[in-house]
């Protein structure tokens, strides 16, 4: 809650022109914008990529944001709709690609590049998209379902039921792979 | 495993940091400084819904009183009483509901596509319920008359709606257009009820009710075009003015 009331009064100041406030909101929204890309592609060239081009796409309707209104949903929301923007222009471009027969030895790479991350991608790799940014904002960003609501523009039902099936399909997961209680999926 | 072990198991691979490129973040706020002035936010909600409904409601008056009020001086004093105060709350809704797509993290109580859905369903079933005269005399003819001057009433009423809130953000364009389109259906079909005194079943449930779903489709068509076209200017407008 603190953290909220902080982030929306960094908001307002930037809003007003602030450069001290501006900076501080990068500085530290900007890990968890960064870590709900790479949930979603497991790529950093991706997530680095759409993480300045929602940066930018901040500044330029900064105006929508009201003081007194959840902070985490606006920049959420604005964070996914680039992601599926991106997400449609990469099918796109995709389908117009020839396909090797082998890929190249720099595609597998990438996820390596990531190796300093925790096993969080691997772990929620194989969820459905909506049910992993659910997952995502709820339990990595640590909002409400309130919140989740208001950036995905759906009802708190429909954040319920996929984390609840979400919940359902890693419980699968890990069982398969034999993890009990007092087991970490994450590296520390 | 329960629940809050796979919680257990979140928490502790969300702690381990991911660290974003310093150089980037230090581009992003060069990026954003160069730029950065005051902005003016967005008037509170309920003033933009206010003024959505204004328009709607001047938009279908207007129409009417320059076509002749017949419609509402042929219906009965129960139909009045049913039609224009569920017309009033679909706008409301739809205005309510456009404001919350133009606003990014919004609070959404209603879907585009269950307000089109409930909407166009609850105007049948009124129309359905009050008006018991089944013949279909000129039925294509004076259908497509009163479709037409639906759809016609309709687009002031999306073009006024668009520019008031011109400075909102749609995340999900298509939704927006769709809803906008519904909502601008209404001002349409509002002018119609005042209007047109034809008053046999199955005209009202089917032209005067189609002008909902046409609406929201031609908008949702324009909001989809519009996200196809490549968005040239984007990085031009974050420049310092």
């Known amino acids: ?188 | 495993m329960r629940d809050n072990e796979i919680d257990e198991l979140l928490r502790q691979a969300a702690q381990a940091r991911l660290d974003v490129d310093p150089a980037l973040l230090d581009r992003v706020a060069k990026s954003i400084g160069s730029s950065l002035h005051p902005v003016r936010p967005l008037p509170p909600a309920w003033i933009l819904t206010g003024g959505l409904i204004l328009i709607c409601l001047a938009v279908a008056l207007a129409g009417a009183a320059r076509s002749g009020l017949y419609g509402i001086q042929k219906l009965s004093v129960l139909e009045r009483v049913v039609i224009f105060p569920a017309l009033g709350i679909l706008i409301w809704l739809g205005a309510s509901a456009s404001v919350s797509e133009l606003i990014p993290g919004s609070r959404r109580r209603t879907a585009p596509a269950s307000l089109l859905g409930a909407g166009s369903f609850a105007m049948l079933a009124v129309f359905a319920v009050l008006f018991r005269d089944y013949r279909t005399d000129h039925f294509v003819s004076q259908g497509v008359v009163c479709l037409t001057a639906g759809l016609l009433h309709a687009i002031p009423a999306a073009l006024v709606s668009w520019l008031l809130l011109r400075r909102g953000f749609a995340v999900n364009p298509v939704a927006a257009g769709l809803v906008v389109g519904t909502l601008a259906a209404l001002a349409g079909v509002t002018m119609l009820e005042l209007h047109c005194a034809n008053f046999e079943a199955p005209h009202v449930m089917l032209w005067h009710t189609a002008v909902m779903p046409v609406s929201a489709a031609v908008g949702a068509l324009l909001a989809w075009a519009a996200l196809l076209r490549p968005r040239s200017g984007a990085h031009r407008r974050s420049a310092p003015e």
């Not at chain 1, 603190?2 to 960094?10: A, G, V």
């Not at chain 1, 060239?45 to 901040?58: C, F």
């Not at chain 1, 920049?75 to 690609?97: G, N």
């Open chain 1, 1 to 188: 809650m603190c953290l909220n009331s902080d982030l929306e009064m960094l908001m307002a100041r930037y809003q007003q022109g602030d450069l001290t406030a501006a900076t501080a909101l990068i500085q530290r929204l900007s890990p968890q914008l960064h870590r709900f890309f790479v949930v979603q592609f497991a790529s950093r060239v991706d997530a680095d990529d759409l993480l300045q081009e929602t940066w930018l796409r901040i500044h330029e309707v900064r105006h929508t944001y009201r003081a007194g209104e959840p902070v985490l949903p606006w920049f959420y929301a604005i964070a996914r709709h680039l992601r599926v923007d991106h997400y449609r222009k990469a099918l796109r471009t995709a389908a117009r690609e020839e396909r090797l027969e082998e890929l190249p030895e720099v595609a597998a790479a990438l996820p390596a590049g990531s190796g300093r991350t925790p096993d969080l991608e691997a772990l929620l790799a194989h969820l459905p998209e909506s049910q992993r940014e659910v997952i995502e904002m709820l339990k990595i960003a640590g909002m409400s379902l309130e919140e989740v609501a208001r950036a995905t523009s759906s009802s708190v039902g429909s954040v319920k039921q996929k984390a609840h099936r979400a919940y359902e399909r890693l419980r699968e997961r890990l069982s398969g792979m034999g993890l009990n209680t007092g087991r970490t999926g994450g590296r520390p």
